[in-house]
């Protein structure tokens, strides 16, 4: 097939959305303005979830206990990522991790940062599973996850 | 229930075409009827496995894709897992509602972004995405994991990739054909580390059909019918820290599978596998947990060269995703391809010894939250 014959059409769509969050992440959102990280009990099997969920998926049972858990936390995994890609705002390199923080029994995803990640031989020997992170916030608060600016090392 | 089999398959190369996804599209299946004999006309039921908006451009984009997989006037689904149109579609036969379907799978991946950018709109706006996660960086953060929990070397991950990629070179239909060595994958960039860039599957065009028969019909069309035994699904939480990344649902997926099947030890009775691995770790995970070795044995398996093309269980002869990956068709080329094994048809990546089961596995989502396990039999 020539050049001439393999043509094609650009396109970009953006297209706007209104998605809500409902009583329970609203809630969990105000609080974070407030500097608390809450999660929500489940009675059934008395699992603290972070992010909140107004029902417990495995019990499927509303979870009506809000319960503040701790600001600092195990890294459980984390990756050092180092690839733009579209629609990403963040800017590279940066880690995004999984921390069990203290009082939950699930994974909470954001970011650690505070350290020095231009190299990333030193990054690897800085930050090791098990160990313990604290949340930093940020100044401006505008109801959302990054209200948590990111969690930095305790040590 | 009705017995169904593969009676024939078609698949196109996974290279960027330069026909539109219609054309693409209308080319594969044109070939998989003309191969069975059958008239668009004779088909009883169509469904598609493709993604519409992310991975095409197009919103329900099932709507476009039907009349190049001959669909007019007739029941058609689509599923956005392709080994879930699969399964859908082997439902109609044993159902007793049709006596063929026709099972078409297509992506074109080299006309839409980055699988990372796509695959960061599985994220939630209101957690995941905002604190950067897509598939590849799930996958690092279970790779990291997988590495401190069981002592897997990346030297034992890079392995598979050199195997794959080695496989794919006698594979017509394979996008990635370049031969690459365990130094190749370590020096290759740190994109999500402990990922590196040949660690990630590429992005990949492709049409795929099956066509599916009851038994009747089946023994009719061709001399070689390769019978569903076994399937199983499961899913887990979608929130990755709500699970265990290494404990997963593919060992619920796979006992329902060889449940079905009456596979006791699936190490023995499977003959070769095509396993669904976008990040070459993860075909170390997903033998552990489909039991071709134990627990935390991933590392030792690939050492042992039990999985290599001439070994005593090929996993992926045919390259597998590292070498082609047309995202949501991807389930549909392992079923089809381990239907290839059983046949004797795959040709120069056809394994050299009698396989009479073959097992095929699909995953989607972050860090496989949706796993498939089909197993097929001669």
């Known amino acids: 097939m020539s050049k001439e014959e393999h043509r094609i ?37 008395s699992r603290v979830l972070v992010p909140p969920r107004s029902f417990c998926p495995r019990c499927f049972e509303d979870m009506e206990e809000w ?8 890294v459980e995994t984390w990756v050092y990522v180092n690839m733009p890609f579209f629609a990403q705002e963040l800017k590279i390199p940066f880690i995004s991790a999984q921390i069990r923080l203290d009082g939950s029994d699930s994974g909470f995803i954001h970011q650690i940062a505070g350290i020095d990640l231009s190299d990333f031989d030193k990054v690897r020997e ?20 990054l209200d948590i600016a990111y969690f930095e090392p305790v040590k | 229930m009705r017995r169904v089999a593969i009676t024939h398959v078609a698949q196109s190369s996974g290279v960027e075409s330069k026909e539109s996804l219609m054309d693409f599209t209308y080319a594969i299946n044109k070939e998989i ?21 992310f991975h095409s451009g197009l919103s329900c984009a099932n709507a476009f894709d039907w009349d190049g997989i001959g669909a007019f006037l007739k029941e058609g689904s689509r599923a956005e897992e392709s080994a879930f149109s699969f399964i859908y579609g082997c439902m109609r036969i044993m159902s007793g509602h049709f006596d063929t379907v ?20 599985y994220g939630d706006p209101f957690y995941l995405r905002p604190v ?41 239909y394979a996008h990635v054909k370049k031969r690459v060595s365990i130094k190749d994958v370590m020096d290759s960039e740190r994109i999500y580390d402990p990922l590196k860039t040949l660690e990630c599957s590429p992005k990949s065009d492709g049409v795929v059909a099956v066509l599916l028969a009851s038994e009747k019909r089946a023994r009719k069309l061709t001399g070689k019918p390769v019978w569903l035994t076994g399937y199983g ?10 699970r265990d990344l290494l404990n997963g649902q593919l060992k619920t997926a796979a006992a329902r599978a060889y449940k079905m099947a009456g596979i006791r030890d699936p190490q023995k009775k499977i003959d070769v596998a095509e396993i669904c691995e976008p990040y070459a ?68 990546h056809q394994v050299d010894k009698k396989v009479r089961t073959a097992l095929a596995h699909s995953t989607h989502g972050f860090g496989g939250q949706c796993h498939s396990v089909v197993i097929l039999s001669s």
């Open chain 2, 281 to 348: 770790f993860q075909e170390l995970l997903w033998c552990e947990h489909l039991g071709i070795c134990s627990e935390g044995q991933g590392g030792k398996l690939i050492d042992s060269g039990m999985t290599q093309m001439d070994g005593a269980l090929p996993v992926n002869p045919s390259g597998g995703v590292l070498a082609t990956n047309p995202y949501p068709a991807r389930g549909l080329y392992r079923i089809a391809e381990a239907a290839l094994q059983i046949k004797g048809q795959a040709g120069e």
């Open chain 2, 33 to 53: 009827l003309d191969k069975a004999g059958l008239k668009r006309e004779e088909v009883g039921c169509i469904i598609a496995g493709a993604a519409d908006i």
């Open chain 2, 233 to 242: 699904s499961s899913m887990d939480h979608f929130i990755p820290g709500d």
């Open chain 1, 67 to 74: 319960v503040e858990v701790s600001q600092e936390g195990v």
């Open chain 2, 132 to 172: 950067g996660l897509n598939e590849s960086a799930v996958a690092a953060m279970q790779m990291r994991q997988y590495l401190e929990r069981y002592g897997i070397t990346e030297e034992q991950c890079a392995k598979v990739v050199v195997k794959n990629r080695g496989n794919a070179l006698f594979n017509p």
């Open chain 1, 9 to 45: 059409v650009k396109g970009q769509v953006m297209v706007p959305y209104e998605l809500a969050l409902g009583r329970t992440w609203c809630h969990f959102f105000d609080c974070l303005k407030e500097e608390k990280i809450m999660g929500k009990k489940c009675r059934k099997c």
């Open chain 1, 126 to 145: 800085r930050v090791k599973l098990g160990d313990r992170v604290r949340a930093v916030w940020s100044t401006e608060k505008k109801g959302n996850i």
């Open chain 2, 102 to 121: 026709l099972v078409t799978a297509l992506v074109k991946g080299s006309e839409n972004p980055d699988n990372d950018a796509i695959t960061s709109f």
